[in-house]
């Protein structure tokens, strides 16, 4: 994916990666319940989005049924790249050390950290 999804776009993408193929109805509703949205917005954001491949959409009788045409760890992996290499000037090692330096780990996250550092060096 080549696209950066805007955050209104990722909202939607986060609706549909959880609850699957839905209409602009399903949608608006979701995005009403914490944020005033228009119906038409939704629309046009949802067209919008059609055209720029991040949504696929079929008609079923007189509605369409919009799915996520990216997928979710895609999509992660395409925003992380881009904040690494803008905001890190592309070092993962400062970006974990950042992130480590300002939040509390538990011991869980620390087990899971060490197991990925791991794997990675057994797998190279």
């Known amino acids: 994916m080549s696209l950066k999804p805007t955050d209104s776009e990722l909202e939607i993408l986060h609706y549909l990666w959880k609850e699957g193929p839905s209409t602009v109805r399903q949608v ?3 995005l009403a319940a914490t944020k005033e949205a228009g119906y038409t917005t939704t629309l046009k ?3 919008i989005m ?3 491949g991040l949504l696929h959409r079929s008609e079923e009788g007189r509605s369409h049924i919009y799915t996520a045409g990216v997928s979710e760890e895609e999509t992660q992996q395409t925003l992380l790249d881009r904040f690494v290499e803008t905001t890190f000037r592309g070092s993962a090692a400062r970006l974990v050390m950042q992130a480590l330096g300002n939040h509390k780990a538990s011991q869980e996250e620390l087990d899971e950290i060490r197991k ?3 794997d990675i060096e057994n797998n190279r």
């Open 28 to 30: 608006h509703e979701y």
């Open 45 to 47: 954001l949802m067209q």
């Open 50 to 52: 059609h055209e720029k």
């Open 116 to 118: 990925l550092l791991n």
